[in-house]
């Protein structure tokens, strides 16, 4: 056996062991408590629509109600997965929306019709792994048509 080819199966063979003790570090895998009281649709009027769009492409990053796939149980991929959904759920999180003051409240909505129409959302990451995720041009001009509608109101009188 020539010095390359060891080398080569002392590679391998080191890549898998690292993949296979990398399991054993998972990352937090949670759904917390969703409070109904607290959900945006408790806050603002969601129309059917709008409500179909944020449960197709925003749900699994910006709730406390991710659906969790098989892959996302396998590390490395899982490490990943957890960040963007934590960090998502840190930026806006459509569950836990009656925390946010007026102001936090304005510029998520302000922010989230900036994202779609920039095509920073969803990310593309995820549009790749859930095509149904992605976007239209309709999707994004009636996301923002709801937020420039919301925005517009006292918050307080919102929900109707």
């Not at 993949?19 to 109904?36: E, G, H, M």
């Not at 409240?105 to 969803?122: F, I, S």
Request: net charge negative.
């Amino acid at each position: 056996m020539t010095r390359s080819r060891r080398i080569l199966g002392w590679s391998l063979i080191t890549i898998v062991i690292v993949l296979v003790l990398a399991q054993f570090i998972r990352p937090q895998r949670t759904n917390p408590r969703v409070d109904p009281a607290e959900r945006v649709d408790a806050h603002l009027t969601v129309p059917a629509d709008v409500q179909a769009i944020l449960d197709r492409s925003c749900r699994d990053c910006h709730t406390n109600e991710t659906r969790w796939p098989g892959y996302s149980a396998v590390a490395p991929v899982s490490w990943y997965i957890a960040h963007d959904v934590h960090e998502g759920r840190e930026h806006l999180n459509f569950s836990e929306w009656g925390s946010y003051d007026e102001k936090e409240a304005r510029h998520n909505l302000e922010e989230l019709c900036e994202e779609v129409r920039e095509g920073q959302m969803p990310v593309a990451a995820y549009t790749w792994l859930h095509p149904a995720a992605k976007l239209t041009p309709g999707d994004v001009k009636r996301l923002c048509e709801w937020t420039d509608t919301a925005r517009g109101k006292p918050m307080e009188t919102l929900r109707q």
